[in-house]
């Protein structure tokens, strides 16, 4: 089982460049979400889906966009990468948007921006 | 949502049983206590939860007490690859985002 699957696992960035973060998850679960985690922080919620068609923000949502096309993919936009969005980025999946809490994390995608 | 206090680090011999406490005495009756992991450069990984009554997987176990204020994990022959840190976490059942709270969790190194 793949399970959730995030690429590339490492990526350097120069300031204003833009990217896109892959997560793709295998499990048909309906929500999925992004976090990031700074050193010696917690991971917090950039933005989630609870379906295709329906994304919202989280508790850190500037400086990134999301869309939900498909069930299986959950793709996370830069759009003018900052020295600040530097992090490690992990994206997150469950069945469903209710029921017990039990997420399923990809292995993270670690971002430097110059 | 509750706010979770755990200790910052714990050191466990090999082989023996690792007690990780958490401290939730604001937890409300229709939340639940999770518990998740992070190994060092991976994502979290879920372990376990409970509302109330003490649950068991093939894991680890959780303790909950009676008046639901606080919990253990515990982590039954620990090895050395359940060095880790160690997240507390509650939320209701039911919860706008499915957002989990991350807070400073404990870090544990089990030693030989």
């Known amino acids: 089982n793949a399970g959730v699957t995030q690429t590339p696992k490492f990526q350097v960035l120069k300031t204003g460049q833009s990217m896109t973060l892959q997560c793709a998850q295998d499990?048909?679960?309906?929500?999925m979400s992004w976090y990031r985690q700074d050193p010696g922080m917690g991971l917090r919620l950039i933005h989630y889906?609870?379906?295709?068609?329906?994304?919202d923000q989280g508790e850190v949502p500037n400086g990134y966009n999301v869309s939900r096309s498909t069930t299986e993919d959950f793709p996370l936009r830069l759009l003018s990468a900052a020295p600040s969005q530097t992090s490690v980025y992990f994206c997150?999946?469950?069945?469903?948007?209710?029921?017990?809490?039990?997420?399923?994390f990809g292995a993270g995608t670690r971002l430097s921006v110059l | 949502d509750a706010k979770t206090t755990q200790p910052p680090s714990m050191d466990c011999a090999e082989g023996r049983a690792a007690n990780l406490p958490c401290n939730h005495s604001t937890i409300s009756g229709n939340e639940y206590v999770y518990w998740y992991r992070q190994i060092h450069s991976q994502g979290p990984q879920y372990i376990i939860h409970g509302l109330k009554n003490n649950e068991t997987n093939e894991m680890a176990s959780l303790i909950i007490t009676e008046d639901r204020k606080s919990s253990t994990l515990i982590l039954p022959h620990a090895t050395l690859r359940d060095t880790a840190v160690y997240y507390c976490i509650v939320r209701a059942l039911y919860n706008q985002g499915g957002k989990l709270i991350f807070g400073q969790g404990t870090e544990l190194s089990v030693k030989p």
């Open positions: 997150a999946s469950k069945p469903t948007s209710g029921g017990a809490n039990i997420q399923y």
């Open positions: 499990m048909n679960h309906e929500y």
């Open positions: 889906s609870v379906g295709a068609g329906i994304t």
